[in-house]
């Protein structure tokens, strides 16, 4: 949709932006609720203008991209991956739609890998379209940068375990030893508090997957479904690197459609949770706070261990991190240490890996100077 990085739009120009989006997203039947609460939610947050949805008239996509001529290829690509993520959202996919995302992206001169797996989704072609993701040029990139960020020299895949590894895993747990308020210790209490285990170790998650636990807790959000979305959303949000937004595609097929059957290594398919109350706000909060970052952040490919022993505070001031909006804290949106922050299982997770380890069990509680 908008940049808000770029000049920002006036208030005739998301209109036209957003009647493109709801011509592309809606098929025959027009908008489910779920979008009807989406796509105004993203203007809302990212432009500061509210759209009335009744008044958005269907433009054609020449009309469009005419509409557009003053506008350079990084905001017509945000365009795109807004209509994208508003019909991503729907299941079963319309092939009308799914056609209609490819001949508004022509006409804009964009190029993105998910409107091929658009185009699978409506064709009911799911495993083609998780071989899509699998072979994403972002999600799926194993360069010398990414694996010198992991801290180890070789993975079969971008999402592969590494379990037996016992200098990654003294790394890890070196971050117990940095003092209160540092974003390692941060990490290393996030660890503890949901009975995590750290890559290195057995049963551990995919050093690709654990750097977004830093991002849980340097933004503020806690371990439920709803907030991985918001987790996804703001990290794809956050690069500059139009691909990113795979990761947000890739959460979004896991966590409301149930395209994937599972994804990133670990999580497996929980249908539903984009349609939770206030939900919609959320991930449009998140987006906007990882637009807002100063710069852009590939927080998958960041050496996180250069920056744990540095205060959290001022880690977020550099990055130029803005807060929640009062809108989404009100509908749930919160941190790794308060309530409703953590599940159930994570916490009997916790119980039970402290009592395997002969360790005291330090019970998990709200602790409002950590968010």
Known sequence: ????????????????????????????????PLQQLLIPALFLSLTGHPVELDALAPIT??????????????FRERVIQTMLLAALVVRPLPASVAEKLRVFADALGVDDDMISVARKYADGAEDLAAVDFSRNGYLGGLGAGRLHALHTSELDSSWSAVVDDPVLAARWGELRELPMGTLGRGVADFYRDRGFVTPGLPGSAPPLLAQHDWVHVLAGYGTTLENEIEVFAFMARANDDPRAFSLLAMVISLFETGYLRAGAGLFEADAGHLRASGMAGRLADALRRGALTRGSHDFLDQDWFDLADRPISVVRTEIGLVPKAEAAIASGSVGPWQPGGITPYQLNSARVAAESEA?????????????
């Open 359 to 371: 360790r005291p069990y330090v019970p998990w509680e709200p602790d409002p100077t950590r968010d």
């Open 1 to 32: 949709m908008t940049d808000v990085l770029l000049t920002p739009p006036d208030a005739a120009e998301v209109h036209l932006v957003a009647r493109g989006v709801v011509t592309a997203a809606q098929g025959e039947q027009g908008l489910t």
């Open 61 to 74: 996509a020449e009309e469009y991209a005419y509409g557009l001529t003053r506008r350079n290829r990084i």
